[in-house]
Each structure stands twice: as C-alpha cells, then as structure tokens.
C-alpha cells in the first residue's frame, strides 16, 4: 500500500490523504480503530458496554464466555484487514512493522484490564495473572482467529465456543 494509490483509489490527491489523515501509518491505524470500535465514536473501549460485561465477571466461567463473545465481535469486525497485515507480516516496512508492534502492545494492555476485575474477585490467583495474562494474550492472538475462521473455514460462532472453552480451561 502506498499513499498515492490510495489517493487514486479513493479519486483525490496524495496531498490531501497526507493533510486529512496523514502518511501510511496514519491511515492504517485510523482504519484499524475504526473497524476495532466499530463505529467513529470516541469512546475508548475499556469504557464500552461489551468490555465492561468482561471487566464485570464475577468469575472465570462469566469471564471466558465474555471475553470470548467481545473478542469474536472485534474480530469480525477486524480480522479481515488483521488477516491480510499479518499474513506476510511487515515484510521489512518499518510503517507496517511500528503498525503491528503497536496493536499488539494495545491488545496485551486490554487483555491485562480485562482479567482484573476477575483477579480483584479472587477468582484468580495473584501469583498467576502474569501467566493468566500471557494465556489470553496468545489464545486471542489474531493469528489464531484467522487460521481457524479464514483459513479452516470455521463460524465464527464456532471461534467463539472453542476460545470460551480455551480461556476456561488456561484459567481454571
């Protein structure tokens, strides 16, 4: 992806690309919270009413199927543009490279809140959440939602079951 075909696709110039949005790291991210978010609302997603369903589990059971379900929704959303960034990775762009390196700093962040409202329940060990922290990190890895929805053709109701039962498991 370069600027200038962008502005060609979307039918105004380079310029204006760079002055609305900004250069390719710019677009990219913008497109990405907007797919993330689902919407152009500015209210982070900690504060959503789907994060805080997860935030509120009173126990790993609530918290796995939640999760799961929050996941499966951004990931419909996501997972497509996700799928094609990922599958060749940065390929030596540092745009592309800085791109990937920062939402997976995000998601590491949002899967951490997430599981605090259960470890503050003592439904988790404290001596385990930096492990608890690392199981979800992988089991929602993007990766893994596009190798079994995209690549083995599974619903992403099927996802949602297998990673609700996944993140049951890793934190029991």
């Known amino acids: ?65 939640a ?33 990937v390196a920062t939402i997976d700093s995000e998601r590491r962040h949002g899967n951490t809140n997430s599981l605090r409202g259960v470890a503050e329940r003592g439904q988790l060990p404290s001596h385990q959440f930096d492990g608890a922290v690392d199981a979800v990190w992988t089991l929602t890895a993007p990766e893994v939602y596009d190798r079994l929805v995209r690549r083995c053709g599974w619903a992403s109701a099927a996802y949602e079951r297998w990673l609700t039962t996944q993140l049951g498991a890793a934190l029991s």
């Open 1 to 65: 992806m370069t600027i200038s075909r962008l502005a060609e696709t979307a039918g105004v110039s380079p310029q204006t690309v760079y002055n609305s949005v900004g250069g390719k790291a710019e677009v990219i991210k913008a497109v990405y919270d907007v797919m993330l978010a689902g919407d152009e609302d500015g209210t982070p997603m900690s504060e959503r009413p789907e994060f805080r369903r997860v935030t509120g589990a009173t126990d790993v059971t609530s918290y796995a199927a």
């Open 67 to 99: 999760y799961a379900a929050w996941v499966r929704v951004i990931y419909d959303r996501v997972g497509p543009l996700l799928g094609v960034l990922l599958a060749h990775g940065p390929g030596g762009d540092p745009v592309l490279a800085n791109f």
